[in-house]
């Protein structure tokens, strides 16, 4: 992990330095809205908490375009969820670096800092993460590197979730997707994270957690007209190994 982060560092510098001096830069923006409205009303389940979400937000960024490829990006994530209280607002600062370069037929995609997960473009199930977590932890604090290909795509990302403290523990997860056509209808995938667990100042043990998706994929949508139609047949599969009470991984299913 620490590999991966100093390679990508030392990418980031190379690319500072390859903008140069004589790049003049132009004020840019951008700004996101959505609303979710999720009515969770259950009969008898224990599985989630009967209730409805009902919320907005809004994500306005400004900042620095240098050419046509690097962006250095300022603003707030702001979330209001309905019937919470007039002043109950939360929110969270966006401050990020972007990088959007072509490179023959690839395409290369860069962001660093505490950006939006729309940044994204895996096609995670809900497996990995659910609607609701994807609405009200919508952002990344830590890298993504994306590759575009005409028949290919590609990604890695870190999420730095917890900062090593007295009662927080150290959490990061690393995160892939990638999906290519091995013919005009159909596509081979997977999804995969890796998720850290590790100790804090008041209690002590690592557990990683691995989940993995391969998949292929069958598109039907260009050969019946406007319409969409796609089937997707995977396999799940977990892996945890808790290095002080096991230390070794376990599958499950």
Not at 19 to 38: H, Q
Not at 134 to 162: I, Q, T, V
Request: hydrophobic share 35%.
């Amino acid at each position: 992990m620490k590999r991966l982060l100093t390679l990508i560092s030392l990418l980031l510098t190379a690319v500072h330095l390859h903008a140069g001096s004589n790049d003049k830069g132009r004020a840019t923006y951008d700004i996101g809205f959505e609303m979710n409205f999720d009515n969770r009303e259950y009969y008898k389940s224990d599985f989630s908490t009967s209730m409805t979400i009902f919320a907005a937000r809004l994500t306005p960024s400004i900042g620095l375009a240098l050419g046509k490829e690097h962006k250095v990006m300022v603003g707030v994530d702001a979330v209001k969820d309905f019937g919470s209280g007039k002043d109950n607002v939360r929110g969270e600062t966006l401050i990020y670096y972007s990088l959007d370069k072509q490179i023959n037929d690839t395409g290369l995609e860069l962001y660093a800092g505490i950006f939006p997960w729309k940044a994204s473009e895996g096609t995670y199930s809900q497996a990995f993460f659910s609607d609701s977590l994807r609405f009200y932890d919508s952002n990344l604090e830590g890298l993504l590197l994306k590759f575009h290909r005409p028949k290919a795509y590609f990604e890695l990302g870190c999420d730095w979730m917890g900062q090593y403290g007295d009662n927080r523990r150290e959490r990061f997860m690393v995160f892939s997707s990638g999906e290519g056509k091995v013919a005009p209808c159909l596509s081979l995938g997977y999804d995969g994270y890796m998720y850290h667990f590790a100790s804090s100042e008041q209690v002590k043990g690592v557990v990683d957690n691995i989940l993995l998706n391969p998949y292929v994929s069958l598109d039907l949508g260009d050969r019946i007209g406007p319409h969409t139609f796609s089937v997707r047949l995977g396999w799940l599969q977990a892996l945890q190994n808790d290095r002080r009470n096991v230390g070794r991984y376990v599958q499950y299913l």
